[in-house]
């Protein structure tokens, strides 16, 4: 079992003192981030991803991943205490948390949260330790077109999962493109660009600022160059996220919480009942994050599943425990395998491993099936880290989960300021530029419209990290080729994968054809769920 | 904390309590979806089109070398043009009743953006510190009816954590303005 040893070494590599205190405050800070609307799991390492750039890379991975982790766990609070998701992963856990809350379970519904999102982490992170190294060693045989195919393979399917609108997925994906494609012609298109986001802001400031940009161009690594997504990921998530909350007006009836020793104790008892439960929650939530679903449409069909098969389907939004835990799980477990492809190809499962994908690059790692040869540490110091972060994460929940709750009470109109100022700093930090705060406004008008209208963000930020990565893989397989699309599905796994990829792409017009066919017969499917 | 609960709902009540009403408690429409809807369409198809003709600019074919520079961007930008006329069909086709944005919605949420385009502007002049202070207790003073001291003594707060937190511990330097210069900086 040599992923066993491995796995011990990077224990070694993870409980220094030094990664431990990182762990907790990274688990800390993931939860402030978490509950806090306007700084999610995605944004908020990317604010924090410029201070980690002198940082040892295997500390910076913990803490940062430790802050991925806390948001996750944070995402609960709200939405039980107060019905309002600080993520939207967490969505489906008010539909039976917050009435849990109103019944005086509170308590309960926040422990049964923790644990199973603790449980789906664990799930995935066994499923990481012992599948990531086989699929490093597999995908190490992959040339560009096996690459381009699972790049492509990662967009369509978005376009597969997305239920809402494939149109608006394609379109999102293909801005996420064209932004990415910017910095690859470094002349003419940044400009042309840059002149029509100036036109959206201030013409006036910018253009000294425009060239501060081209610094990028040498001494940062390739894929840092040119438009950088961590100005977009704080504008679309963060920036946005402020608009449409303040458009909502918050209003706050949170129950408090209290939880105790007892309470935890007889919740955990009766969780092994829902042992199925867990078992197909965290399935779906494997499977939806390394193929980049992510925790969102994850935390959807953990519980459509769970209503579905369990014998309490019918309670199910009036407070039944079986609802907090199954999107918990799944969540969770979508968030966490979302770094298998992270780690092993080099393509993220998710905003934020996108963002973390990102940093790799900026500690100077390669991502990609080498790293599991080449920095054996960082990656087994990291996945250890998983499994001690999820500990210290529920540790960590269970205990503070009054103080944060606390924190959600202050009113908005001083947390929407400070906010806006994190996320100023955030995109100032990234190169010292002036020019990319106001990218970060626009970025921000951009996010609220898109989210308004259905036009999902995740794909436009992977297609922005991975753009580079895709043209030059499409460009050196059509080199070897001299130019013929045949090349993409010259061999069996070639074929297959651009087959499968296909196949995604045109899943939502196969699946209107077999509704329809379907509705012809009678039958209703009743789980359809719009991933925003 | 009760007396933050009730100024959070202040907060609230104090940005909405001006608007029309419509008679079913709901502000009317500033803008419908479908236009919002259309207008993203030609966003995207102008973007799109933009990237082709610079794409096909800069030369989009074969060469001896492979694909030019252009090859890649310019199917994006067809592609994106395909999927947004697609969306834009789709936009005209669809309802007009559907409210993208209520009167007191878009107030609320200019309410923060306007401060933050002139926050973001006044951050050049007079550094990121003094500008986030004064950004942040002129918001609480306006739209959460605090005190001016407890909004000026935010706002100075979170500056200085951040000044800690960045330019000495961090160091990681930010915008720095003339109070700072004054201030040996």
């Keep these: 079992m040599d992923e066993v040893q491995a796995l011990f070494q990077g224990f070694a590599v993870a409980l220094s003192p030094v990664n431990i205190g990182l762990m907790f405050v990274g688990i800390l800070l993931g939860v402030l981030i978490g509950v806090l609307p306007g700084l999610g799991g995605a944004n908020g390492v990317a604010i924090l991803l410029p201070l980690t750039f002198s940082m040892n890379p295997t500390s910076a991975i913990i803490m940062l991943s430790c802050i991925y982790w806390g948001a996750l766990f944070g995402g609960a609070i709200t939405s039980i205490l107060f019905n309002i998701p600080g993520e939207p992963w967490s969505v489906a856990t008010t539909f039976d948390g917050y009435p849990m809350a109103q019944q005086g379970q509170a308590a309960q519904a926040l422990t049964a949260a923790f644990t199973s999102s603790f449980i789906g982490a664990l799930v995935a992170v066994l499923m990481i330790t012992f599948t990531a190294p086989l699929v490093a060693k597999f995908a190490l045989k992959f040339g560009p077109p096996e690459f381009f195919a699972v790049q492509l393979l990662t967009f369509c399917s978005f376009v597969g999962m997305n239920k809402g609108a494939p149109w608006k997925t394609l379109a999102a994906m293909f801005l996420g493109f064209t932004l990415a494609a910017i910095g690859m012609n470094k002349g003419a298109p940044w400009k042309t660009l840059a002149a029509m986001f100036l036109g959206f802001t201030l013409a006036a400031i910018g253009m000294d600022n425009v060239t501060g940009q081209l610094r990028l161009t040498f001494g940062f690594e390739p894929l840092m160059k040119g438009f950088d997504f961590l100005i977009a990921v704080i504008g679309l998530f963060g920036i946005g996220e402020i608009l449409v909350t303040m458009e909502e007006g918050l209003s706050f009836k949170g129950k408090s919480a209290k939880i105790d020793a007892k309470v935890v104790l007889e919740t955990w008892k009766k969780l092994p009942r829902y042992w199925a439960t867990y078992l197909r929650s965290s399935l779906v939530g494997c499977w939806m994050g390394i193929t980049p679903g992510g925790a969102t449409p994850a935390s959807f069909m953990g519980y459509g599943i769970a209503k579905r098969f369990s014998p309490n389907g019918k309670n199910f939004g009036k407070g039944e425990i079986e609802g907090v835990l199954a999107p918990e799980t799944a969540a969770h477990a979508a968030g966490t395998s979302a770094l298998l492809p992270m780690l092993t190809l080099g393509i993220p499962g998710s905003p934020t491993a996108a963002v973390l994908l990102g940093g790799l690059l900026v500690w100077g790692l390669q991502p990609g099936p080498l790293l599991f040869v080449e920095q054996k540490d960082f990656v087994w110091g990291l996945i250890a880290s998983m499994y001690l972060g999820n500990i210290a994460g529920l540790i960590v929940v269970l205990l503070t989960v009054p103080w944060f709750a606390a924190i959600l009470r202050i009113p908005f109109a001083i947390i929407a300021p400070v906010i806006l100022v994190i996320c100023a700093v955030g995109a100032y930090t990234v190169h010292s530029s002036m020019f990319d705060v106001w990218l970060m406004l626009v970025f921000g008008v951009m996010g609220y419209v898109f989210k308004k209208l259905n036009y999902p963000l995740a794909p436009l930020v992977l297609a922005l990290v991975l753009g580079d990565m895709a043209e030059n893989a499409f460009r050196q397989s059509l080199l070897g080729s001299s130019g013929s699309m045949l090349v993409f599905v010259s061999n069996p796994l070639v074929g297959s994968i651009t087959g499968l990829a296909l196949v995604m792409l045109f899943w939502p017009f196969i699946g209107q054809w077999l509704g329809r066919l379907r509705k012809r017969r009678g039958e209703i499917d009743d789980d359809d769920v719009v991933e925003v | 904390m009760p007396p933050a609960t009730s100024r959070a709902n202040r907060l609230c009540i104090a940005m909405t309590q001006h608007d029309p009403d419509d008679g079913h408690g709901r502000s009317p429409t500033a ?127 979170v500056s200085v954590i951040l000044f800690g937190m960045f330019e000495i511990w961090f160091k990681v330097p930010l915008i720095k303005g003339p109070i700072e210069a004054a201030l040996g900086f």
């Design chain 2, 31 to 157: 803008a419908t979806r479908r236009t919002l809807e259309i207008i993203t369409a030609f966003a995207f198809m102008l973007l799109g089109s933009l990237v082709m003709w610079d794409s096909h600019r800069i030369g989009a074919g074969w060469t001896e070398e492979g694909p030019q520079s252009g090859y890649f961007p310019f199917y994006i930008g067809l592609l994106m043009n395909i999927a947004s006329l697609i969306n834009l069909l789709k936009a005209l086709r669809a309802n007009r009743e559907i409210p993208f944005v209520s009167r007191a919605e878009i107030r609320l949420v200019l309410a923060i953006f306007v401060p933050s385009l002139v926050y973001v502007g006044f951050m050049q002049w007079i550094g990121l510190y003094v500008a986030s202070a004064v950004f942040i207790a002129v918001f609480m003073r306006w739209q959460g009816k605090f005190s001016v001291l407890k909004s000026g003594l935010t706002g100075v707060i």
